[in-house]
């Protein structure tokens, strides 16, 4: 995990790449496959923040932004009107607190939840157009992508190892790429604007199951924000950090055990890799529930004596906990996503509930499942084995998960889902207005009609829909 660094001033060569891609964004054309995408992106963040605006991690989020009263015209999803840098914070943790939201399928993290938010506040508070909202997005989610890539043995993936979310340690680069992008600043702001996202960053893999997990989404938002705004006005940080020497990669991978694949923007738009989510859990266990699923009709009333599942050795880092006590707990815990699939639960955000961890045809499965991590399996693959009271053998196998790009979800899928989270909420047509403006959203004017939509007051939270 070491390059050479040459002294040229400001920046080395890692810092040159990151400055120069980030500076360029106003005159870079985007290819109309990779703008649809940042729209697939968009319509399926704006679903799950939406469907999650009550939610226990974000209560207290939005009650602080509220209590603090700062003036501004960014939209806080169903709330008022606030600074950007706070906007983003309640809208990047709403749209991360069910841990439905999309992933890069390489291992950075989740994207969308922070950059969106990020987009979406700045574009309102500085009246820049649809257009430049997207550009901003594409530029933060390629930035991040980029730096926290590589699949398992690479970046995201060895700092999950190592205790450590990829999408808060390089969530707050890439929304300050975004907002850097958007605000037109030069490459020596953008420079020190990088160097205050890496000394900020952070975010422990040990608060999964807590409201601390989508808070890393939401304050990456935040602290992005912040960094483009004191870079703005001549706060000077060290430019060196994202170097592969005395950079943020020596701190958090001490022992140098990371593929750190080159910051080549050139070579392909990691945006086409991006992974949606047909359950609302950890995606380390969206193999492994899928797999369980096959197996469900077949295990219909019937006792389960041992559940083997092989999966990847990361899936049991993110998501190991054994003995879940919390509905959010639950989505860290292989043993329950797997439980949920055998005994026929979708998996979405109603399956997470108090009730459902009382359930006792749920929890005994959950004590008989045993976890093997297997070296070099794909996180987007597992292997499932069943034994039956009685000694019946079942097996099932995913190769690749459903809404990895290799087995993508489709418009008509991503539609279902939104429309699941949302009319919950907004009701019915308001639900399909706003699928249809997020879905077209490089239209003129959608910002404002998607923020006039979302300007209502939180409503008590009605029965969640099927979300798949």
């Known amino acids: 995990m070491s390059?050479?660094?040459?002294?040229?001033?400001?920046?080395?060569?890692?810092?040159?790449?990151?400055?120069?891609?980030?500076?360029?964004?106003?005159?870079?054309?985007?290819?109309?496959?990779?703008?649809?995408?940042?729209?697939?992106?968009?319509?399926?963040?704006?679903?799950?923040?939406?469907?999650?605006?009550?939610?226990?991690?974000?209560?207290?989020?939005?009650?602080?932004?509220?209590?603090?009263?700062a003036s501004g015209n960014a939209r806080v999803f169903l709330g008022g009107r606030t600074t950007p840098a706070l906007a983003a914070l309640v809208n990047g943790t709403m749209a991360h607190a069910m841990d439905y939201d999309d992933a890069h399928s390489m291992g950075a993290g989740h994207p969308s939840s922070p950059c969106w938010p990020t987009a979406l506040a700045l574009a309102e508070h500085h009246g820049l157009d649809e257009k430049q909202a997207i550009a901003g997005f594409i530029t933060g989610y390629e930035v991040m992508a980029k730096l926290g890539g590589g699949g398992v043995p690479g970046v995201g993936a060895s700092l999950q190892r190592?205790?450590?979310?990829?999408?808060?340690?390089?969530?707050?680069?890439?929304?300050?790429?975004?907002?850097?992008?958007?605000?037109?600043?030069?490459?020596?702001?953008?420079?020190?604007?990088?160097?205050?996202?890496?000394?900020?960053?952070?975010?422990?893999?040990?608060?999964?199951?807590?409201?601390?997990?989508?808070?890393?989404?939401?304050?990456?938002?935040?602290?992005?924000?912040?960094?483009?705004?004191?870079?703005?006005?001549?706060?000077?940080?060290?430019?060196?950090?994202?170097?592969?020497?005395?950079?943020?990669?020596?701190?958090?991978?001490?022992?140098?055990?990371?593929?750190?694949?080159?910051?080549?923007?050139?070579?392909?738009?990691?945006?086409?890799?991006?992974?949606?989510?047909?359950?609302?859990?950890?995606?380390?266990?969206?193999?492994?529930?899928?797999?369980a699923r096959m197996l469900a009709t077949r295990i219909a009333g019937k006792k389960i004596s041992k559940v083997h599942a092989k999966v990847g050795t990361n899936a049991i880092v993110t998501a190991g906990k054994l003995n879940p006590h919390t509905p959010l707990e639950g989505k860290f815990s292989l043993p329950f996503c797997i439980a949920l699939g055998l005994r026929g639960h979708p998996v979405v955000p109603s399956d997470f509930k108090d009730e459902t961890m009382r359930d006792p045809s749920v929890m005994e499965v959950v004590r008989v499942v045993q976890l093997e991590g297997v070296k070099g399996l794909a996180p987007h693959s597992a292997h499932l084995d069943v034994v039956l009271d009685g000694g019946e053998r079942l097996h099932a196998d995913t190769e690749v998960v459903f809404g990895h790009p290799d087995n993508p979800m489709s418009w008509e899928d991503l539609h279902t889902k939104f429309n699941g989270l949302v009319e919950p909420m907004l009701g019915l047509k308001k639900t399909a207005v706003l699928y249809e403006l997020a879905r077209e959203f490089e239209q003129p004017g959608s910002l404002q009609k998607i923020s006039d939509l979302l300007k209502s007051?939180?409503?008590?939270k009605r029965a969640l829909l099927p979300c798949g």
Not at 203 to 229: C, E, N, R, W, Y
Not at 457 to 460: A, C, L, M, R, S
Request: proline share 5%; net charge negative.
């Open 457 to 460: 007051p939180v409503p008590e």
């Open 162 to 291: 190592h205790g450590f979310h990829p999408t808060s340690v390089f969530g707050r680069a890439a929304t300050a790429a975004v907002a850097c992008a958007m605000l037109r600043l030069d490459e020596t702001q953008t420079a020190h604007a990088l160097g205050i996202a890496a000394t900020t960053a952070g975010g422990l893999v040990g608060s999964f199951g807590t409201h601390s997990k989508p808070f890393h989404a939401g304050k990456a938002a935040m602290d992005g924000i912040l960094a483009a705004q004191l870079a703005s006005e001549g706060f000077v940080s060290a430019t060196h950090l994202f170097e592969l020497e005395k950079g943020l990669l020596d701190v958090f991978i001490q022992d140098k055990e990371a593929e750190v694949p080159p910051l080549d923007f050139d070579s392909r738009w990691e945006l086409l890799r991006n992974e949606f989510k047909p359950f609302a859990s950890c995606m380390a266990t969206h193999a492994s529930i899928q797999a």
């Open 3 to 69: 390059t050479k660094v040459s002294d040229q001033g400001l920046r080395t060569a890692r810092g040159q790449q990151l400055t120069a891609y980030i500076v360029g964004t106003a005159q870079r054309r985007f290819p109309l496959e990779v703008v649809e995408a940042a729209k697939r992106a968009f319509v399926d963040v704006l679903g799950v923040a939406v469907g999650a605006a009550n939610d226990a991690p974000v209560q207290p989020v939005r009650s602080v932004v509220e209590a603090w009263k």
